[in-house]
Each structure stands twice: as C-alpha cells, then as structure tokens.
C-alpha cells in the first residue's frame, strides 16, 4: 500500500502489512525490521513495549538515536579502561566495550533455539542511520545471504563471546541470527537532520500508528486515551478526544502545508491525577507544541490574530481565559456534567432514545 503523509514528509513511501501475531522459531521463520511510524503521542514507543515489558533484560537492548550517535555508540569500539588488578592496577588500556548491537548479537547467537531477541531503536530518524549503522546495513536485508566482515576488534570479541571462530555468527562474518529482531519508532512530525535513502528504508517493514477517535482501537483494545478530560479548573471539563479530533481533522490535516503529521496523538500528554489533564500541564505542552510546532508560521483559526504564547500566563487567570476562548473558536462544548466521567458518543444516543420503563 503507497501513503503519503505530507509534502513535507515525502520520505515515507511505502506501509506494509501489519505484523502477524508471532510464532515460536521452530514454526516459522519470521524475523522482522519494523518502523513504526506516526505522528508524536499515537502509541508507538508503547506497541514495542508491549512486547518487551515482560522480558528479562537479557531479551532486549533498547537505544534512542540522536544527532551525535555514531557506529561505536551503537555497535561498540575501544575505549580507556583501567586496570583493577594485578601489578598494574591503577594503569589505564584500551579494551573494546561492546555496546547494543554487539550485546544482542552475541547473546541472541547463542541461544537460537530459545526465545526471541530484540533489539529496539528509539527514534531512529534522529541519527545519522547510514554511519550508525555502517556495514550492519547489508544485513538489513534478511532475504539475501549476506555476509559482512566486521572490525577486527568486533570480530576478536565475537569470538570470544561464542566460543569459537568456526560459530555460525562469525564464521564467514556478521549475519543476523535467525531469533534477532529489529524494531524502530519514527515520529514523522520531526524533520530529519539526516534522510534515510531508499536504499535503507526498503529493507525495513513499516507499520503505521494511526489516532483512534473511538472507544475500542482496530486491534479492539481499549482506548485509554477516550477517557481523558481537560480541567481548565472553572468548574467546566472537556473530552480529550473531542479536543484532538477538532484540532487535527478541522486545523491541522485540512491545511496542504502541515498534514498528518503535525497531528496530536492520543497520548501526546498523560493525565496528572486519573483521568484528567489539569489546565497547567495542557497550556505548558499541548499549546505550547501547536504554538511553536504547528501554528507558528501558518495562518490558522485555533490562535485569534495578534497574540502570542506569553498571552496564556499567568495561567491561572489569563491562561484559564485564552484556554475558554481557544475551545471557543474550534467549537469545542464542555461535557453537560462535567462530574460524569466522558462516555461514547454512540452508546449517549442509545440511552437518549431508549422508551422509559
């Protein structure tokens, strides 16, 4: 399936179908490269979760990338270490200190006939993929029979780690053992300081994170985020989600300049206390990213003509005003009952037009 997100983000080409339930190793052959991509606060970071929050730490390594990530940052390479014994205590040498990839690559070749392994990267489009990666690249491409030399210091490592140079995983070089997976968050709404080339990104599968407007998500899990109020703590409170659903689909996708990806994810912000946001936090994060991210250059119906994101402070008295006026112009109604916890819009109509008993 071809998507284009926005003109501004015209570097995600292609959504593959989504990731099949996974099986044990003796069944299927099944090892992935994931992106999963969407605008910030749509879940993606908690859909990798999910699958890692029960592990023992042995099953994963976790990195975030960022402008000044390299190839030894990620990989591993030498670095000082003292001596801590012997007759040279005290003196400083250089030892290679494996970092991520190294770690699981090693463990995860010396149990492939155990459970799966992980490796979880952290927005990936914030570094520089091309020398984080470096040789690792080739391997990418699970459907080749690659081979890739490694650093002499890696390789002496490797070989230590899994007992012998004659190891499936060092043998004839790197090869991506058959339980490893590798999975990456993307938030679209930040421009790269370094585009990935088509190169890498065909030999990732790539799974869009959508918003959920509804109750119930398309996997049929609930939507947490449904329940959610802003408090802007006059005595009135508002859905969360009709708030979001305003914004993005009547402000934010309706402009060709901005598109899907400037949108706000359910869970860009947590609630405080429960389920609800209180009006300190909403103002500091919520207006903040639309008024600085968003609208900050674009003519727009959410910011009335001639003010700026100082007008909100004092929050407590002017904050809570511009906020009411805010709702205002994106017709955005306070719940009837704002001590009643916010329901779906369908089962409210249901109850409505039910006969009395």
Not at 229 to 249: A, L, M, S
Request: hydrophobic residues 30%; proline residues 6%; contains cysteine.
């Amino acid at each position: 399936t071809m998507l284009s997100l926005s003109p501004k983000n015209t570097h995600i080409e292609i959504l593959e179908q989504p990731i099949e339930n996974l099986r044990p190793l003796n069944q299927i052959t099944y090892m992935k490269n994931i992106i999963y991509y969407g605008a910030p606060g749509t879940g993606k970071s908690h859909k990798v979760e999910q699958t890692i929050q029960n592990l023992d730490k042995d099953f994963y390594e976790r990195v975030t990338f960022h402008p000044e990530f390299d190839n030894a940052s990620f990989v591993g390479g030498y670095k000082p270490t003292p001596i801590e014994e012997g007759d040279k205590k005290g003196d400083v040498t250089y030892t290679f200190i494996p970092q991520a990839f190294a770690k699981i690559y090693a463990r995860a070749w010396k149990d492939t006939e155990g459970k799966d392994y992980y490796l979880v990267i952290e927005e990936i489009n914030r570094g520089n993929c091309a020398e984080i990666f470096g040789e690792i690249f080739q391997l990418l491409d699970r459907n080749s029979s690659y081979d890739v030399s490694p650093s002499e210091e890696f390789r002496k490592y490797l070989v230590k780690e899994l007992g012998s140079e004659d190891h499936e995983g060092i043998k004839r070089g790197l090869k991506l053992p058959p339980n490893l997976h590798i999975w990456a968050t993307m938030n679209t709404s930040d421009q790269s300081l370094f585009p990935m080339d088509s190169a890498f990104k065909r030999r990732w599968q790539w799974e869009y994170c959508p918003i959920c407007y509804e109750d119930k998500t398309e996997e049929g899990q609930d939507n947490e985020s449904f329940k959610y109020v802003i408090d802007i703590q006059d005595g009135k409170k508002y859905r969360w989600i009709d708030f979001i659903k305003k914004i993005n689909i009547n402000h934010i996708k309706s402009e060709p300049t901005l598109g899907a990806d400037k949108c706000i994810g359910n869970y860009f912000i947590k609630p405080d206390e429960g389920n609800t946001i209180s009006l300190k936090p909403f103002i500091n994060k919520v207006i903040f990213y639309l008024w600085n991210d968003v609208f900050k250059d674009e003519q727009n119906g959410v910011f009335e003509e001639n003010t700026s994101y100082e007008d909100f402070f004092p929050i407590n008295s002017a904050g809570k005003q511009k906020i009411k006026e805010l709702f205002s112009r994106i017709g955005l109604e306070p719940i009837p009952d704002s001590n009643a916890a916010p329901q779906n819009p369908d089962t409210e109509e249901q109850t409505e037009n039910q006969p009395e008993e």
